[in-house]
């Protein structure tokens, strides 16, 4: 079956450390990776996105490689603001079967001063 | 303006009343998908729409019904309430973009408790 894992939470990052959130997939085929930022009090929005291996998706200063030898599409960012603080979902889908989103649990970031 | 919205935000309700959720759109899509969001067990599909006349059970419908009455809006029903449906709320509207690669456009959520 299809199913995104993500490293558990919280994380809590001093201002300018650097962030990874870690993700891992299980998939057959070939499906796009998405991380979506869940704001305080907000739904979701759409921050990268990677539709074929070895792509970089990057958006506000983060990154995430589509790397399929090791079905991962880890989240990074070199400089972490308070801003940032958020609850971060890794997520795959797949054209090939109907683009049904599979999320994972979601990751929350806190980013203190 | 938002251009996807739910009503109410939050609603408070006791078991084995019948309550409705709704969603409407601005953005034309002919998607759209309810899920919920439990502590830990991040979003769950519970019913999808390619269009009006498609709907679609997802992971977890058992307690749930939905309503697609025009391409703008999509309404989730609880035909009892019970305690274990306590929960956030979104809905979603996808498009798909170049290459074929849809994208998800979330609601900005519904608080849920059930008594």
């Known amino acids: 079956g299809n199913s995104v894992t993500q490293m558990e939470g919280p994380v809590t990052l001093s201002e300018e450390a650097f962030l990874t959130i870690n993700c891992t997939y299980t998939a057959t085929g070939y499906p796009s990776l998405f991380w979506y930022v869940q704001y305080p009090g907000e739904g979701l929005q759409l921050l990268l996105k990677?539709?074929?291996?070895?792509d970089k998706g990057s958006n506000k200063g983060f990154e995430a490689t589509y790397r399929k030898e090791t079905t991962s599409f880890h989240l990074e960012k070199g400089s972490v603001q308070v801003s940032d603080s958020a609850v971060y979902f890794c997520?795959?889908?797949?054209?090939?079967?109907?683009?049904?989103?599979?999320f994972g649990t979601g990751t929350s970031l806190t980013v203190i001063p | 303006d938002a251009d996807v919205t739910q009503t109410p935000r939050n609603r408070i309700t006791k078991t084995g009343k019948r309550i409705m959720l709704e969603c409407s759109q601005t953005?034309?899509?002919?998607?759209m998908y309810w899920y919920r969001q439990d502590p830990g067990l991040g979003l769950r599909l519970i019913y999808y729409s390619f269009d009006v006349k498609d709907i679609n059970k997802g992971e977890i419908s058992d307690g749930y019904s939905v309503s697609r009455q025009a391409q703008a809006k999509f309404s989730l029903s609880l035909e009892s309430a019970i305690p274990n449906q306590t929960a956030l709320y979104f809905c979603?509207?996808?498009?798909f973009g170049v290459g074929g690669q849809e994208t998800q456009y979330f609601g900005p959520g519904t608080r849920l408790l059930v008594l």
């Open positions: 979603a509207t996808s498009d």
């Open positions: 990677a539709t074929k291996a070895d």
């Open positions: 953005k034309g899509h002919d998607r």
């Open positions: 997520a795959l889908s797949r054209r090939d079967t109907g683009n049904q989103f599979y």
